[in-house]
C-alpha cells in the first residue's frame, strides 16, 4: 500500500487531547489536506478531509487510517497516522484557516510537505 489519500489522511489527522480549550475550537471543522512527495517513491499527491473537533483530529476521509493528533494553543499541529503497519508523521504551523509543514514516513522512506486549508 502506497501512501497517497493515506497520506493526506494520515498528515492531519494528529490533533491532540487539548479538547475543551478555545484555541482548539477555532480550528473545528474540515480542512482539505494536499500532499505533496519530494523524496522517495511515494505517491507524488494526495488529498484527503480532515475534521477536527476541540482541537483534536476527530476522523479523516480515507478507509483504514486511524488519525491521531492536535493543535496546541501556540497553533503548532502535530499529527501521526496509522493504516497496518503502515504510518505517517506530519508536523507544522495553523495560520488562520491554512496550515503546512513537513511530513514523513518511515514505513515508506519517503516525505515531503503539506498544506491545508478550512473548508467549513
Known amino acids: 500500500m502506497r501512501p497517497g489519500p493515506i497520506l493526506a489522511a494520515l498528515i492531519l489527522s494528529s490533533l491532540s487531547?487539548?479538547?475543551?480549550?478555545?484555541?482548539?475550537?477555532?480550528?473545528?471543522?474540515?480542512?482539505?489536506?494536499?500532499?505533496?512527495?519530494?523524496?522517495?517513491n511515494c505517491?507524488?499527491?494526495?488529498?484527503?478531509?480532515?475534521?477536527?473537533?476541540?482541537?483534536q483530529?476527530?476522523?479523516?476521509?480515507?478507509?483504514?487510517?486511524?488519525p491521531w493528533g492536535y493543535i496546541d494553543e501556540s497553533n503548532t499541529f502535530v499529527g501521526h497516522f496509522?493504516?497496518?503497519?503502515?504510518?505517517?508523521?506530519?508536523?507544522?504551523?495553523?495560520?488562520?484557516?491554512s496550515a503546512s509543514g513537513p511530513w514523513s514516513s518511515q514505513t515508506d522512506y519517503?516525505?515531503?510537505?503539506w498544506t491545508a486549508h478550512k473548508i467549513d
Open 17 to 40: 487531547p487539548l479538547a475543551a480549550h478555545a484555541f482548539g475550537a477555532s480550528h473545528d471543522g474540515r480542512w482539505q489536506v494536499e500532499l505533496e512527495t519530494t523524496v522517495g
Open 43 to 55: 505517491a507524488k499527491s494526495g488529498v484527503a478531509i480532515l475534521t477536527v473537533r476541540g482541537g
Open 57 to 66: 483530529l476527530a476522523a479523516i476521509d480515507t478507509s483504514g487510517v486511524s
Open 82 to 97: 496509522n493504516a497496518g503497519s503502515k504510518m505517517l508523521r506530519a508536523n507544522g504551523d495553523v495560520k488562520g484557516n
Open 110 to 113: 519517503c516525505g515531503g510537505r
